[in-house]
């Protein structure tokens, strides 16, 4: 007697899987609910309008389409060849880049052009827009803003020390060929963090208390100080002059400075040698963790879904990988929210 087996064979089983899809809730379909990507791309046609394409050429996808790819892409971690396999492969990705009966499909060369296009200046219009939207929902900044920066770590790059000696010299060593020049990343730096060396990037936050969402964002790279971004990062909109950061931020200058302007600085306080915290102190940091913890929440949610991965090179391309990370943080946040 044949064993009996839950595999059948049925010409409607695709028609199936789409309802069972939609029944248990598909996640980029609860962001296409809440994302405006039209006003998304017009706002990069603005810092980056569609090239003009001779008669008789291929014509370009529209920017909504490719800005929609970009999503797919940082969203689950892509390379540019995984996004063109994915998008090929899987219903719901062409679904929500509005390419789902669409004869053509973007290629890895069509994602890279597009990046290239709208850069550093392109993925800044989309953030500024979708911020413009969650504000324009009522979620406007509220009760405080925690500023903290984290790493992204790069590839490794491995340099001789005579390379090292020139290249900190701002030059490029004379028997690189171009082929090798352009598979070195000589931007990204190396720094240690709890005793533990890491190398690549940072870009430090300024996140609301009341909502969490990353209302403004620096990239550099990893060698520099987090504190050296504190003002640059600060959110004037918020509606609270409260600040909470971390003991990197101290310092009796800057919180005077910021008093100055209005803001009240919630720094935790770091003991010197020979000259431990008092009690009060002690008291003052938890009860400034407390609220600061929620920045760390923020950069656990953009590693959790592999969001904190670099794999190009240059500062550049780095800077577009790291406020495509904000960007769809954002939407996936916005999309909780369920605003």
Known sequence: MARRTAVTNDLLANDGYIQKVDAIGDPLQKIEAVVDFSALAQAVEKIAPR??????GRPP???EVMVRVLVVKRLHGLSDEQTEFQLLDRRSFRRFCGL????NIPDRTTIWNFENRIGVDGVNALFAELDRQIRARGLEARAGQIVDATLVPAPKQHFT???KAILDQDAMPADWKPAKRRQKDVDARWTKKHGKSHHGYKFTVSVDRKHKFIRTWVPDTACVHDSQHLEAALDEWNTSAEIYADKGYV?????ERLREQGYRPQIQRKAKQGKPLSACQERRNRRIAKVRARVEHVFAAITQWGGKRIRTIGQARANFAMGMMVLVYNMRRLAFLGA
């Not at 789902?100 to 004869?103: L, Q, V």
């Not at 310092?251 to 919180?255: K, M, S, V």
């Open 51 to 56: 090239p003009e394409q001779p008669k008789g």
């Open 61 to 63: 996808y529209p920017t």
């Open 100 to 103: 789902e009966h669409s004869r």
């Open 161 to 163: 020390r005579e390379e």
């Open 251 to 255: 310092g009796a200058e800057r919180e």
